[in-house]
């Protein structure tokens, strides 16, 4: 008598355990009554009897609009070869130099500024070899759920980035400001 509700315990638990798997395409019902557009991809209606605002999106784009949001904040934070944009990293490297300038009253070193760590230059693992057609290629596979969150926290480390950034360069620009009125009257009370 024992065994049979331990064995129903264990099937629960494997049929529970084959459920929770977040790789998994799950099947949502996503239709709603009395539909009113709030916006381009965003409702209003009811579900289950409840009021809801449902908001539906091709996880394509979505993740397409996630990347290219990463791609251009880390060209705003460091700029990019390719454009030659120095981006705020850039500006500040400049400032800093133009700052330790003798021109500028400094000492003619550079004022040291960290190295460039771009956060989406990271190596993928592609795996070679020969498709369906035969054609060589390489493929690198990732879960989406994984993809989406790699780029969200992408997202936070370059706002916290361009935040820091932004600091550092109005300080930056403060103080070269302030040499450059120091050298106008300077020259003009010698004068």
């Known amino acids: ?107 003619g070193k550079l004022i040291w500024t960290e190295p460039i760590d771009r956060v989406t230059d990271k190596e993928e693992d592609w795996k070679i070899g020969i498709d369906e057609k035969d054609k060589i290629v390489g493929v690198s596979m990732e879960f989406l759920k994984d993809r989406i969150q790699r780029f969200k926290n992408y997202k936070k480390i370059l706002q916290k980035r361009q935040d820091e950034y932004e600091e550092k360069l109005e300080i930056c620009d403060a103080a070269l400001k302030a040499r450059e009125y120091d050298l106008k009257h300077k020259s003009k009370s010698q004068q």
């Open 1 to 107: 008598m024992m065994k049979r509700p331990l064995l129903f315990i264990l099937w629960s638990m494997a049929l529970g355990g084959c459920s929770s798997n977040p790789y998994k395409a799950e099947k949502i019902k996503t239709q709603v009554e009395k539909p009113q557009k709030v916006s381009g991809d965003t409702v209003l209606g009811i579900k289950d009897g409840n009021l809801v605002v449902q908001k539906k999106v091709e996880m394509s784009e979505e993740l397409r609009r996630l990347q290219n949001e990463v791609y251009s904040l880390e060209d705003k934070v460091y700029g990019n070869r390719k454009y030659g944009s120095q981006g705020l990293y850039g500006a500040l490297k400049k400032c800093r130099f133009k700052l330790s300038s003798k021109e500028y009253g400094g000492d």
